[in-house]
T-cell receptor, first 109, second 114 residues
Framework: GQNIDQPTEMTATEGAIVQINCTYQ??????LFWYQQHAGEAPTFLSYNVLDGLEEKGRFSSFLSRSKGYSYLLLKELQMKDSASYLCAFSDSNYQLIWGAGTKLIIKP | GAVVSQHPSRVICKSGTSVKIECRSL??????MFWYRQFPKKSLMLMAT?????????EQGVEKDKFLINHASLTLSTLTVTSAHPEDSSFYICSAATGEVGAFFGQGTRLTVV
């Protein structure tokens, strides 16, 4: 079967670093995505990993280990505007996106 | 990145009426568009996959006669919620696929049925 899991909620301090983990199980895999979603808005694309390793993009980095079915999103130098839900999703063998429930990130001053 | 435009962003309608939501890919041709529904604090739920020129493929449990999807061109897909009821109130999001890399989302439509 297929499943994907991420923590429901996390809290971090402005200026700090936070890592949001995502684990998944699937027989067919075509990449792992991270999206940011602010309340009442559609998700926006953050990153895409299809090979193992770390992809860095400014303050955000995403890591993938296909053998472990594991990814994380790393946010550095946290800002208040980073308060949002972060959704991980993998693309299965039919290129359909399978979504996690999202991690609500709360940033405190 | 690719731009997907979804309208309206918010709509309030009376119970029993129908509502049409449009999803347009503005700078690319989308052979496939996806329609999602999202309940508060829940994950995106895929409702149907829309392929240009053919019938949409609905996920299990989604009523195809209630949620009419039309993908008449490579840049436009519409979702019509027919005979809307309060339980249909939700956030509806479309996305368009460009090849295999991810999906680009419309702004979403907040539907409230009163």
């Amino acid at each position: 079967g297929q499943n994907i899991d991420q923590p429901t909620e996390m809290t971090a301090t402005e200026g700090a670093i936070v890592q949001i983990n995502c684990t998944y199980q699937t027989s067919g895999f075509n990449g792992l995505f991270w999206y940011q979603q602010h309340a009442g808005e559609a998700p926006t694309f953050l990153s895409y990993n299809v090979l193992d390793g770390l992809e860095e993009k400014g303050r955000f980095s995403s890591f993938l280990s296909r053998s472990k079915g594991y990814s994380y999103l790393l946010l550095k130098e946290l800002q208040m505007k980073d308060s949002a839900s972060y959704l991980c999703a993998f693309s299965d063998s039919n290129y359909q996106l399978i979504w996690g429930a999202g991690t609500k990130l709360i940033i405190k001053p | 990145g690719a731009v997907v435009s979804q309208h309206p962003s918010r709509v309030i309608c009376k119970s029993g009426t129908s509502v049409k939501i449009e999803c347009r890919s503005l700078d690319f041709q989308a052979t496939t568009m996806f329609w999602y529904r999202q309940f508060p604090k829940k994950s995106l739920m895929l409702m149907a996959t829309s392929n240009e020129g053919s019938k949409a493929t609905y996920e299990q449990g989604v009523e195809k006669d209630k949620f009419l999807i039309n993908h008449a061109s490579l840049t436009l897909s519409t979702l019509t919620v027919t005979s809307a009821h309060p339980e249909d109130s939700s956030f509806y999001i479309c996305s368009a696929a460009t090849g295999e890399v991810g999906a680009f989302f419309g702004q979403g439509t907040r539907l409230t049925v009163v």
